[in-house]
C-alpha cells in the first residue's frame, strides 16, 4: 500500500514488539502462482471471512463458519502458505484517531498474536512468504516475522517503505522506498531487491520527484514490474500509470502499458507472461482491455474478450485457461449512466465470468456466471475457479457447475469508479496437505 506524504504521521517506528502467546495469509502473491495442488468443489479449501469485526473460518459450503476473533475490528485476512495460519489486520480508519495493529491467529483458533499499538502498520503492509510461515511486515522500516517468534529487524530507512513483493521461491524480495516528508516535494523513491538473505541493492531511482509502486516479480523470478508515479500524485495515479518492466541481472527497462495501479489487475498466465488490464482513465466501465505481455521483450497483444465490452478482473493458469470479468463498456461520455450507486449496481448487473483457452477469443469461451461477478481466482491445479457473485463466494469447476461456499457480509468495498476490493472481508486457502 503506498503511503502519500499526508499519511506519513500514521507510520510510526516499526516496534514489532509482540503480544500474547502460542503459534498462529495468502492473497494471491504478487506476480506468483502456488505449487500445485488438488482442489475439487467438495474438496478441501478454507475461507477467512469477515463478519461485524469478527474473523471466521469456513471449511464446507454454508457452514458452520468457526469464529477466531473476538472484538478487535479484523480486516484484509491472509492466509499462511500451508494454511496454519491467518494474518489480519485490527483496528479501525473511522476512530478518532486511526490505529491498526497486526494480529495473527492459528486456524485452529489458537495461539492469537498481536502487535502493540504504535507499530505504524496500515492494511494491507504485510505479506506471507510463498514458502515458509515468515510475515514480512513493513512501513517505517521492513521486518520478518515468524509466529510465535521474535521478529528479525530486515532492513531500516530514513523514509517509508510503501510497496513489498516476494521472489516466487520466497529466496528474495524486493521492496520501494519513500523518502522522508522534509524532502519532498522534490523527492524520488528508490527500488531494491534482495536475493537469498543478502544485502539490499539499489536497482532504480524514479525521475525527479517521482513515486514507484511496486507491482510484482516476473513470473520466472528475473524480474521486477511497477508503475511510475509522476510528483507523488494520487489523482494521476487514479488515470493511469505506465507499468514498468525490469530484469534483475541488469538490461535496459522496458514499458508495457498504461494501466490502473491495482495489483490484482496485473496476473500471471500461468507461463512465462502477463495479464494485464489495459487502458487510461479512472473508469472501469470503458477503455478497459486485457492484454497479454512478455516482460522480457516488453511487448503485448491485445486478446479478443467480446466487442463493446470491457474487459477486467483477470485470472490465468500453467494449463493456458484464462478466466475474466466482462462487462458493458458504457463509452466515456456516461458519466450520467452512473452518477449514483444504484447506476453503477445497475451496471455491474452486466458483469459475467468467462474462461476460455490460451486467450483465443470470446466466441470460444465458456460462460461461467452472469451479473455482479468479480476477482475470479483459479485453484493452483486450474481445474477450479472462485469468484464473487452478488454478496456470496462461489466454486466453479468445468463439468460440475457452480457451487455456493459463503455468504459474503455487506461490507463497505466499493470504489465509486467500479473497482472492487474483496481483500478487506475475505480469503481463499484453496487447499492443500498440512505440517503436523
Known amino acids: 500500500m503506498r ?54 473460518l469456513v471449511t464446507k459450503p454454508g457452514g458452520p463458519e468457526i469464529r477466531l476473533t473476538r472484538g478487535l475490528s479484523a480486516s484484509h485476512p491472509l492466509f499462511s502458505p500451508d494454511g496454519r495460519y491467518i ?24 495461539g492469537l498474536e498481536l502487535l502493540k499499538p504504535g507499530t505504524g502498520v496500515l492494511p494491507g503492509d504485510y505479506a506471507w512468504s510463498p514458502t515458509q510461515d515468515t510475515l514480512a511486515v513493513w512501513g517505517q522500516g521492513l521486518a520478518l516475522l515468524h509466529p510465535g517468534g521474535s521478529p528479525t529487524i530486515a532492513a531500516g530507512t530514513k523514509g517509508i517503505i510503501g510497496t513489498f513483493a516476494w521472489a516466487p521461491g520466497g529466496q ?24 537469498s538473505g543478502k544485502t539490499p541493492h539499489l536497482l532504480a531511482t524514479a525521475p525527479t520527484a517521482s513515486g514507484l509502486e511496486l507491482q510484482g516479480y516476473w513470473p520466472s523470478g528475473q524480474g521486477l514490474l511497477y508503475w511510475i508515479d509522476p510528483l507523488h500524485s494520487a489523482s494521476l495515479a487514479a488515470d493511469g500509470l505506465g507499468l514498468e ?14 494501466t490502473l495501479p491495482y495489483p490484482s489487475w496485473v496476473q500471471p498466465d500461468g507461463r512465462e507472461s502477463i495479464l494485464l488490464v489495459a487502458g487510461p482513465g479512472r473508469q472501469t466501465w470503458t477503455e478497459k482491455a486485457l492484454e497479454r505481455c512478455d516482460p522480457v521483450s516488453g511487448t503485448c497483444s491485445v486478446l479478443q474478450t467480446g466487442a463493446g465490452q470491457v474487459a477486467l478482473d483477470p485470472a490465468g493458469t ?44 470470446a466466441s470460444q469461451a465458456t460462460l461461467v456466471a452472469k451479473g455482479s461477478v468479480f476477482d475470479p481466482e483459479f485453484s493452483p491445479d486450474g481445474q477450479s475457479l472462485l469468484y464473487v457473485q452478488a454478496g456470496a463466494i462461489r466454486l466453479w469447476r468445468s463439468g460440475h457447475g457452480s457451487l455456493l461456499l459463503a455468504k459474503l457480509p455487506a461490507a463497505a468495498v466499493l470504489d465509486y469508479y467500479g473497482y472492487r476490493d474483496y481483500g478487506q472481508v475475505f480469503a481463499w486457502y484453496p487447499g492443500a496437505p498440512r505440517q503436523p
Not at 13 to 28: E, H, I, T
Not at 87 to 110: D, E, H, W
Request: aromatic share 10%; proline share 7%; hydrophobic share 40%.
Open 3 to 56: 503511503k502519500r506524504p499526508w499519511l506519513l504521521g500514521l507510520c510510526a517506528l516499526l516496534l514489532l514488539a509482540v503480544s500474547g502467546c502460542g503459534r498462529p495469509a495468502a492473497a494471491k502473491p504478487h506476480g506468483v502462482l502456488p505449487s500445485a495442488r488438488k482442489t475439487t468443489p467438495g474438496g478441501s479449501w478454507e475461507l477467512a471471512i469477515v463478519r461485524q469485526g469478527n474473523l471466521y
Open 87 to 110: 494474518a489480519f489486520m485490527s483496528g479501525s480508519a473511522t476512530a478518532p484517531s486511526p490505529q491498526y495493529r497486526l494480529g495473527i491467529v492459528g486456524t485452529n483458533g489458537k
Open 172 to 195: 528474495g524480495y524486493a521492496y520501494t522506498v519513500m523518502p522522508p516528508a522534509k524532502d519532498f516535494p522534490g523527492a524520488s523513491d528508490t527500488l531494491w531487491a534482495v536475493s
Open 245 to 258: 518492466s525490469l530484469p534483475l541481472g541488469g538490461g535496459a527497462q522496458r514499458s508495457l502499458a498504461t
Open 318 to 361: 500453467s494449463s493456458g485457461w484464462i478466466a475474466w470479468v466482462g462487462a458493458k463498456d458504457l463509452g466515456r461520455s456516461a458519466w450520467s449512466e452512473v452518477s449514483s450507486l444504484a447506476s453503477l449496481d445497475r451496471w455491474e448487473r452486466t458483469r459475467a465470468l468467462y474462461v476460455g483457452f490460451d486467450g483465443k477469443g
